[in-house]
């Protein structure tokens, strides 16, 4: 440690670190644009030059480094002298349109220019006038006069994100701020260069021109999209979501969001809503109040109850849900008679495992993991932030490897990567296994080859102090999910690493913890979709001809069933032809509840609105359904109230989190066809990205493609824009084809959860392609 002093005042800090970081730390504030304390260290703004004794001139603070005894005044007048002359600077070339600035009232520029800047300009000149660029549906690039090089969204781009989209061209006044030559930005990390941008250079398309910022209320949330539990502030006027921006929380997101977590809200605002209970009779849809709408659900489930069982009476909730609803639902089914509810809709293995399956370390630890192997995971799509973190593992000297079905670029260094076909994934991590059994003299818990990429990633898993075996989205929803678990706990046993899953959505670890899975031999998810032939069918934020793991199937069974009660904040078109009843229930912003992400963290939130129209919160829909139904101890005045009940004793939950399993390794049997290979794209992952108009216009959300291998590409003989014709059972689709030839030679890249996709079966089945 190293003693300075700052304005007076002593204070220690880490050798090596900057001026800027001590004033920090001792709450001393030194004015600065370009440094930004997740970013490197840049010093091209000079705003914060400070009077250091025995300096023969002002010094950045942010780039100078602390010596014993240094001593640093940051209000003397040679420093303000410093900073007002550096702040006349900065105005000279900026556009006096603080006014119409849709960054007033949060500019630092602004802010700074009040204490720093003078009253006039001397600068008598012609500005300097920088050009707009259209970069895409999100970042707006119209007012880069405004831009002072700060250069955060160029170092973000390239330290956080890991792809730089922006660089600075030109010298001199002429310097500007551009994408490479035409490009678009689309990071899934984009949106987060709005927030570090210090002046209105860069703005939200989407919410320009809507609102000042003072006439916003500020209200505290939580991501309701990926596992990762994002905190956010919401943003509010006249009861419309208008905004959302990331809460800094070190622990979960640091200080950035998904593009998915900050312009999704726009879907809360689309005509799509469902606003009213709706009851079709005789093939017509008529709105009805309330009270109509649940006594003709309570005598519907009744009826089916009588005539034919609890048994044939069946209930999916997705886990994009807040955990009192999937409590209440799966209370609400039991009291019933009927075991039958599932949020696993995407998966193909449902064998039950010991604890709840969540993953395996705090979600800050994965920034500083020595080693890591990723199997089965689209990781920048499925886990924006995780990838991050990450990212800052391997730029800090971490092996990260990977084994998947795909070669998509993770834009980090991989130490190794196994590119398998999805049926071969378990024999790929046996092998894994089987060269780690060769150095430890274990008995290996499966056969396989010991082959050269197996070897290098079990010399990875040996070394290093911090390690981890983490499963994707597509390892959980692999047909054999058991078997990579029984082989990931066998390797983290031998090498000494954790392991545990990624987590597929915002409450898939609380689905568990509620039980809203079967818990006494009830039917699960596949099942329950795959001509179970059940008689009642609730459907919660679900829609099954996106969200399940074979869609075509899926839409067959909620089309056979007689009674169909969908519980959704939106209305489709599938759903108006399966359903014979529809609720309107509150998405995350009118409704009051928690989410539990993928470490297990139990995260609660207030609804930041009045619910749009009829809407109700899920909670109390099925609160009063419960009541009408005659289900006991169903009388909650509070979500706090079912929150205690679905939950416990919070401190006692991290006991309950247990990724071990006594599932025996089963290597599958080559097909010997083409296996399809199934992401769900970022986009598509749920209710509200799907009808988010800004994310729908993304190069992410464009339309499927069928990417083939080069032998079946040259095989079909074909050429640059051909299409081809896509068949799983009975359902076939028309796609573009795009040959990636870093895919195996048995494997076809079909996304799922799109509606041009649906028509397609199982997400990990055979698959057939002819040319169209």
Same mark, same amino acid.
């Given at each position: ?121 001397r600068y008598a000149e012609e ?8 970069v895409g549906p999100l970042i ?160 519907? $489930? ?23 609803? $999937? ?5 609400? $089914? ?159 046993e031998q090498t000494g690493a ?213 032998? $079946? ?60």
């Amino acid at each position: 440690m190293v003693e300075i002093e700052i304005d007076g005042r002593k204070v220690q800090c880490q050798e090596g670190s900057m001026v800027m970081h001590a004033a920090e730390q001792s709450g001393t504030y030194i004015p600065h644009f370009c440094y930004h304390k997740k970013l490197s260290i840049a010093a091209n703004c000079r705003m914060c030059l400070v009077d250091i004794e025995k300096a023969p001139k002002p010094m950045p603070a942010c780039a100078t480094p602390v010596t014993q005894g240094m001593i640093v005044r940051t209000k003397s007048d040679k420093a303000i002298k410093a900073q007002k002359s550096v702040m006349e600077f900065l105005l000279i070339n900026h556009p006096l349109d603080c006014p119409i600035c849709d960054q007033g009232g949060e500019c630092q520029l602004q802010d700074l220019a009040v204490g720093y800047g003078g009253s006039g300009s001397r600068y008598a000149e012609e500005k300097r006038v920088v050009f707009p660029k259209d970069v895409g549906p999100l970042i707006s690039m119209e007012e880069m006069s405004r831009c002072i090089q700060c250069t955060r969204c160029v170092r973000f781009g390239q330290e956080i994100a890991g792809v730089m989209e922006l660089g600075m061209a030109h010298r001199g006044e002429h310097s500007e701020i551009m994408t490479f030559v035409g490009q678009s930005i689309d990071s899934e990390l984009s949106g987060n260069m709005i927030d570090i941008c210090p002046v209105g250079a860069l703005t939200s398309k989407p919410f320009r021109y809507s609102a000042r910022t003072w006439e916003l209320s500020r209200r505290k949330s939580v991501s309701p999209h990926d596992s990762t539990g994002a905190n956010l502030i919401v943003q509010v006027k006249n009861g419309q979501v208008l905004r959302v921006v990331p809460l800094e929380n070190d622990a979960v997101n640091e200080c950035w969001i998904a593009d998915r977590d900050r312009f999704s809200y726009e879907a809360l605002n689309s005509e799509q809503r469902l606003t009213k209970p709706m009851i079709k009779q005789g093939g017509q849809w008529r709105e009805v109040d309330w009270t109509t709408a649940l006594e003709y659900v309570a005598n519907g $489930l009744k009826g089916v109850k009588t005539e034919h069982g609890a048994a044939a009476i069946g209930a999916l909730g997705s886990e994009h849900q807040t955990t009192e609803e $999937l409590y209440l639902l799966a209370q609400l $089914l039991r009291g019933l008679g009927s075991d039958n509810i599932d949020t696993r809709l995407r998966h193909s293995d449902f064998a039950a495992g010991q604890g709840v399956r969540w993953l395996g370390l705090p979600v800050s630890e994965l920034s500083t993991l020595d080693r890591a192997l990723v199997v089965g995971s689209f990781l920048r799509k499925d886990h924006p932030l995780f990838a991050t973190r990450l990212r800052h593992a391997a730029k800090r000297g971490a092996q990260i490897s990977a084994i998947g079905g795909a070669q998509d670029d993770w834009l980090m260094p991989l130490a190794q990567r196994i590119t398998v076909a999805p049926s071969a994934w378990v024999q790929a991590l046996a092998d894994v296994a089987v060269a780690v059994a060769e150095q430890t003299g274990a008995a290996a818990p499966a056969q396989g080859n010991a082959t050269e990429s197996a070897q290098a990633i079990a010399a990875s898993l040996l070394s290093g102090q911090s390690k981890a075996i983490l499963l994707g989205n597509a390892a959980a929803q692999h047909p054999q999910a058991s078997s990579l678990q029984a082989l990931a706990q066998w390797l983290a046993e031998q090498t000494g690493a954790r392991f545990g899953f990624l987590g597929e959505s915002a409450n898939t670890v609380g689905a568990q913890i509620v039980g809203a899975q079967p818990q006494q031999g009830g039917l699960n998810a596949g099942q329950m979709l795959n001509g179970s032939a059940l008689k009642a069918l609730v459907l919660m934020g679900v829609e099954p001809e996106l969200d399940a793991a074979n869609p075509s199937a899926a839409l067959a069974a909620a089309q056979a069933a007689e009674m169909v009660v969908v519980m959704s904040s939106f209305r489709s078109d599938a759903a108006a032809e399966y359903a014979d009843v529809m609720l309107p229930i509150s998405p995350f912003t009118e409704t009051a509840g928690s989410f539990i992400n993928a470490e297990g963290l139990v995260q609660s939130f207030h609804g930041v609105v009045k619910p749009l129209g009829d809407t109700r919160p899920g909670w109390k829909v099925l609160r009063v359904l419960g009541t009408m139904l005659g289900v006991d101890d169903f009388a909650f005045e509070t979500v706090e109230e079912v929150r205690a009940r679905a939950l416990g004793d919070v401190s006692a939950l991290p006991a309950r989190l247990n990724n071990q399993t006594t599932a025996v390794v089963q290597a599958s049997a080559a097909t010997g066809g083409l296996e399809r290979l199934a992401d769900v794209p970022i986009y598509s992952t749920d209710a509200l990205v799907r009808r988010s108009p800004a994310l729908q216009a993304t190069a992410d959300a464009a339309a499927p493609v069928a990417s083939l291998p080069s032998a $079946l590409w040259a095989e079909l003989g074909l050429s640059e824009g051909a299409q081809v014709k896509v068949s799983q059972d009975a359902g076939s689709v028309v796609l573009p084809a795009v040959l990636d030839a870093s895919l195996p030679a048995n494997v076809v890249r079909v996304p799922t959860g799109h509606p041009a996709t649906a028509a397609l079966g199982a997400a990990f089945g055979a698959i057939r392609v002819d040319k169209a």
